[in-house]
């Protein structure tokens, strides 16, 4: 049987330098004049915004002729600014989410989607790997030399929150050829080869970590639940929203209603790539074939991951054309799905390492049955490789952390006045603490019996305060319901327990792909690590 060839980063868009990002700045204007009007809309749209008169301005606006964009580098700044001004246009400011988008931005963004082999709708790709510029055109991109081309609030902390991502893209960058490389000496059966570029995958990765830990020092909680992230939601499950069969694109396949999701770093290819790579897996929510018996012996399949690689069944089915619902809502991973919503060659560069990815098996096999058989050497190989996977159940970590304070303790805390911005609606529960989840977002309700937020081993909430009384009137944060893919579930009228409000049914989805994670090291160990974190120390 013939090998498959190992991908080429450059046929698919990636740099070995800059991985996901490109290679040069994002274009901060688009050169060709017949784009200023997007221009000078996208200039002063938050002024718009919050004036209430984007609307307007939008439906002033003529349909331009999006194959005018030339280059990869103008479509994407086509698409960034078509991003920004539609998920303002939608959700508005003190307004009722509008269910038509005007053809002066629908016709134009889908036509730019199609051209980057995307969906018309906000994505990490707009808001990270598209959406930056350099301090110093000879420096590094890191936290201290970037700055963002655009943001829906206006605010530094959503710069924050995008170029904490874009950093991470930049410190994992050099690790793609590293993947590339270790499957190359997996076939060249060159142990001491592949402990060296482990090792220093295992560096990347704890890098990437130490950047995510930045996201505390700028971006403030309060600001990013209440001012940002509603407007990352796309409209898919946002009937409570007012959205009930998503949004109609003027002009655009006949006008039907279009149900897409929101922006989610879960849409990053590195964070997929790293999947692939090692052989993590992932399931829907509380479907776990692979967890470890409680003799704590190791069920991870063992044998070639192609078979069992869960990521197979979405890259060659129905999602690289079809939107989610169509592969399979109920059933199949969310984090499988944000492919749905990567650039084209990224998505097929992952369809490629899936098909090559070696390493797992071929550590599994070197480690044999029995410890004691193993040399030294192979030791050193499953202790590197448990160390990568380590990693990444560490970046998971101190994920689970973040989304537990600026997600499931602010829907708590509620809004300290009430705009929030966004119109008031009725409240569906009395005295109920509404808690949203999802970058999407979903709401459940909790019981208002006093309970605190704490933190357990793993900086998680185990328990939840109550609202203060009238918090939860804003839209849509408290009626988002039916998340990304069913993340959260309503509790059940009268039940008490916190577990199955949307925070809590959030976390149990992360925890989920953290234990997945841990669960692949060769050598198990337990997924809730002895440190204690508490929320001030971030
Ligand atoms: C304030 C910061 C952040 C918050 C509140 C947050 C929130 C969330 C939420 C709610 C989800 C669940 C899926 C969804 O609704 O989209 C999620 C998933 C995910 N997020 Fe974040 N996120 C943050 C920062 C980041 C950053 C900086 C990264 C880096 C790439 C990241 C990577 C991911 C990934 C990979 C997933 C999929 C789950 C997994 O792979 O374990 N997030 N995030």
């Given at each position: 049987?013939?090998?498959?060839?190992?991908?080429?980063?450059?046929?698919?868009?990636?740099?070995?330098?800059?991985?996901f990002l490109p290679t040069e700045e994002p274009?901060?204007?688009?050169?060709?004049?017949?784009?200023?009007?997007?221009?000078?809309?996208?200039?002063?749209?938050?002024?718009?915004?919050?004036?209430?008169?984007?609307?307007?301005?939008?439906?002033?606006?003529?349909?331009?002729?999006?194959?005018?964009?030339?280059?990869?580098?103008?479509?994407?700044?086509?698409?960034?600014?078509?991003?920004?001004?539609?998920?303002?246009?939608?959700?508005?400011?003190?307004?009722?989410?509008?269910?038509?988008?005007?053809?002066?931005?629908?016709?134009?963004?889908?036509?730019?989607?199609?051209?980057?082999?995307?969906?018309?709708?906000?994505?990490?790709?707009?808001?990270?790997?598209?959406?930056?510029?350099?301090?110093?055109?000879?420096?590094?991109?890191?936290?201290?030399?970037?700055?963002?081309?655009?943001?829906?609030?206006?605010?530094?902390?959503?710069?924050?929150?995008?170029?904490?991502?874009?950093?991470?893209?930049?410190?994992?960058?050099?690790?793609?050829?590293?993947?590339?490389?270790?499957?190359?000496?997996?076939?060249?059966?060159?142990?001491?080869?592949?402990?060296?570029?482990?090792?220093?995958?295992?560096?990347?990765?704890?890098?990437?970590?130490?950047?995510?830990?930045?996201?505390?020092?700028?971006?403030?909680?309060?600001v990013f639940y209440w001012k940002v992230r509603?407007?990352?939601?796309?409209?898919?499950?946002?009937?409570?929203?007012?959205?009930?069969?998503?949004?109609?694109?003027?002009?655009?396949?006949?006008?039907?209603?279009?149900?897409?999701?929101?922006?989610?770093?879960?849409?990053?290819?590195?964070?997929?790539?790293?999947?692939?790579?090692?052989?993590?897996?992932?399931?829907?929510?509380?479907?776990?074939?692979?967890?470890?018996?409680?003799?704590?012996?190791?069920?991870?399949?063992?044998?070639?991951?192609?078979?069992?690689?869960?990521?197979?069944?979405?890259?060659?089915?129905?999602?690289?054309?079809?939107?989610?619902?169509?592969?399979?809502?109920?059933?199949?991973?969310?984090?499988?799905?944000?492919?749905?919503?990567?650039?084209?060659?990224?998505?097929?560069?992952?369809?490629?390492?899936?098909?090559?990815?070696?390493?797992?098996?071929?550590?599994?096999?070197?480690?044999?049955?029995?410890?004691?058989?193993?040399?030294?050497?192979?030791?050193?190989?499953?202790?590197?490789?448990?160390?990568?996977?380590?990693?990444?159940?560490?970046?998971?970590?101190?994920?689970?952390?973040?989304?537990?304070?600026?997600?499931?303790?602010?829907?708590?805390?509620?809004?300290?006045?009430?705009?929030?911005?966004?119109?008031?609606?009725?409240?569906?529960?009395?005295?109920?603490?509404?808690?949203?989840?999802?970058?999407?977002?979903?709401?459940?309700?909790?019981?208002?019996?006093?309970?605190?937020?704490?933190?357990?081993?793993?900086?998680?909430?185990?328990?939840?305060?109550?609202?203060?009384?009238?918090?939860?009137?804003?839209?849509?944060?408290?009626?988002?319901?039916?998340?990304?893919?069913?993340?959260?579930?309503?509790?059940?009228?009268?039940?008490?327990?916190?577990?199955?409000?949307?925070?809590?049914?959030?976390?149990?989805?992360?925890?989920?792909?953290?234990?997945?994670?841990?669960?692949?090291?060769?050598?198990?160990?337990?997924?809730?690590?002895?440190?204690?974190?508490?929320?001030?120390?971030?």
């Open positions: 049987m013939a090998i498959t060839a190992l991908p080429v980063l450059a046929d698919y868009d990636i740099s070995p330098v800059t991985g274009l901060q204007i688009l050169p060709d004049p017949y784009f200023t009007l997007w221009e000078e809309t996208f200039k002063c749209f938050n002024g718009l915004l919050l004036a209430s008169r984007l609307r307007q301005r939008v439906q002033e606006l003529p349909v331009l002729d999006a194959t005018r964009l030339k280059t990869k580098a103008e479509q994407r700044r086509g698409y960034l600014i078509l991003c920004m001004l539609s998920h303002a246009y939608v959700w508005g400011k003190h307004e009722v989410a509008a269910e038509v988008l005007p053809a002066s931005l629908a016709v134009p963004w889908q036509k730019v989607a199609d051209m980057l082999e995307m969906q018309p709708v906000l994505t990490h790709a707009a808001v990270v790997l598209w959406n930056w510029r350099l301090l110093y055109k000879d420096g590094s991109r890191d936290l201290n030399n970037l700055d963002t081309l655009g943001t829906l609030s206006g605010s530094s902390d959503e710069s924050w929150f995008y170029l904490v991502t874009t950093a991470i893209e930049a410190t994992g960058a050099p690790v793609l050829s590293k993947l590339v490389s270790a499957i190359q000496l997996v076939r060249d059966e060159n142990v001491t080869g592949l402990i060296q570029e482990l090792e220093s995958i295992r560096d990347i990765i704890e890098e990437m970590v130490a950047v995510l830990r930045r996201m505390f020092e700028r971006c403030d909680p309060y509603p407007y990352l939601a796309g409209w898919e499950n946002m009937a409570e929203a007012g959205l009930l069969n998503g949004v109609r694109y003027e002009g655009v396949d006949n006008g039907e209603y279009k149900k897409l999701a929101g922006g989610s770093a879960a849409q990053s290819s590195l964070i997929h790539a790293l999947d692939v790579a090692f052989g993590v897996e992932h399931h829907s929510t509380g479907f776990r074939p692979n967890k470890p018996q409680a003799n704590g012996g190791q069920t991870h399949p063992t044998n070639d991951n192609k078979t069992n690689n869960s990521y197979n069944d979405v890259v060659n089915g129905a999602a690289k054309s079809a939107p989610p619902e169509a592969s399979g809502s109920g059933s199949t991973n969310f984090i499988k799905k944000m492919r749905f919503y990567m650039p084209g060659p990224h998505r097929n560069f992952l369809t490629h390492l899936t098909e090559v990815a070696n390493i797992r098996p071929f550590v599994t096999s070197k480690a044999g049955a029995t410890a004691k058989d193993r040399s030294a050497e192979i030791e050193k190989l499953i202790s590197v490789y448990d160390a990568c996977i380590h990693q990444i159940k560490s970046f998971r970590d101190v994920h689970i952390q973040m989304v537990t304070l600026y997600i499931v303790m602010q829907a708590n805390r509620g809004p300290s006045i009430s705009h929030g911005g966004f119109a008031p609606q009725p409240q569906a529960h009395k005295d109920k603490t509404e808690v949203a989840n999802g970058h999407a977002g979903t709401v459940t309700t909790a019981s208002s019996a006093e309970k605190s937020a704490q933190a357990n081993g793993s900086g998680e909430v185990s328990t939840i305060k109550p609202a203060k009384k009238g918090s939860s009137i804003l839209y849509p944060q408290n009626v988002i319901f039916g998340a990304p893919y069913g993340l959260a579930k309503k509790q059940e009228e009268g039940n008490d327990v916190v577990r199955g409000t949307g925070g809590t049914d959030l976390i149990p989805f992360l925890r989920q792909s953290r234990d997945e994670t841990n669960e692949t090291k060769i050598v198990p160990t337990s997924a809730i690590s002895k440190r204690k974190h508490s929320f001030a120390g971030y």
